[in-house]
């Protein structure tokens, strides 16, 4: 690993962690992007690029989650019980999801993940926080059946889930937006684990791997990544209370867009060299 990727992945942690603990996300649709162009500029095929980004993302967002996550506990903002039922069915479908994930193309796999990239960018430009003056949804078997989606939806891209759970949080389940922040982050405690012991079994004996790494997850990768993530997602976390997120989400979404252009090679196809 050159000089140059180990300063791109301090950076993206650095951006990510920020990112994380500010909109309750794992920060994985900025980690993985960057990885996917670190891997092949390092030599490695798109399918172990792809999936060992997939993994070692995964791996990140623990660590990030966790940090976030006391940091929003501290606010008074994290539904703990929720965060339990949900985030524990969640972890279960996203072991099969990680499962399935490893038995697809790399190829089909980037296309994917770039699409649900700018289809997230687009819900996230166009969305509204509502104030909803009802009572937020608190039936335990609701929360098992949103789980699911989740679930399988962050063991297949190598998230956390909080790019999917905070709509279903705030939309579906009306938690107010802080909230569903903080929550999203207990949550992807849990489901993140499914996600990596299927990247670690799914990836054991795969020929090609870069040094350091445990099935599809590189620890090299994950330590420039996961040190200025959990840091900086405290920072994110306490910031979210403090300060109007409108300006930051825009910086967000035009990160989101950039990422996937980039994965969907539409700036390769025009001649572009960013």
């Not at 060992?52 to 990140?60: E, P, R």
């Not at 479908?93 to 190829?107: D, W």
């Not at 990239?117 to 039936?139: C, D, F, M, N």
């Amino acid at each position: 690993m050159e000089l140059s990727h180990i300063i791109i992945l301090l950076a993206t942690g650095t951006v990510s962690g920020f990112a994380g603990g500010l909109l309750g996300l794992g920060g994985a649709f900025i980690m993985t992007p960057v990885q996917y162009i670190v891997y092949t500029d390092m030599g490695l095929s798109a399918d172990l690029a792809i999936k060992t980004a997939f993994g070692t993302s995964l791996l990140v967002v623990l660590p990030t989650a966790i940090s976030g996550a006391w940091r929003h506990h501290r606010e008074k903002s994290v539904l703990w019980r929720a965060a339990i039922i949900i985030g524990g069915c969640s972890l279960v479908f996203a072991f099969g999801g990680a499962t399935l994930a490893a038995h697809l193309s790399g190829t089909v796999l980037k296309l994917a993940f770039g699409i649900v990239v700018i289809l997230v960018g687009i819900r996230t430009l166009t969305a509204r926080e509502p104030k909803y003056k009802i009572e937020a949804v608190s039936k335990p078997w609701v929360w098992i059946a949103w789980s699911i989606p989740i679930g399988i939806v962050s063991g297949i891209f190598g998230i956390g889930g909080g790019i999917l759970m905070i709509p279903v949080l705030v939309l579906a389940l009306r938690f107010e937006i802080h909230y569903a922040i903080g929550t999203s982050l207990a949550i992807m405690i849990l489901s993140s684990v499914g996600g990596i012991v299927g990247y670690i079994i799914n990836g054991i004996g795969v020929a090609d791997r870069l040094p350091y790494s445990i099935g599809y997850i590189n620890l090299s990768s994950w330590l420039l990544l996961a040190l200025p993530s959990a840091i900086m997602a405290q920072v994110g976390a306490v910031t979210a209370h403090k300060i109007p997120r409108r300006p930051l989400m825009y910086i967000f979404i035009i990160i989101l867009f950039y990422m996937g252009l980039r994965l969907i090679g539409v700036f390769e196809w025009l001649g572009w060299p960013i």
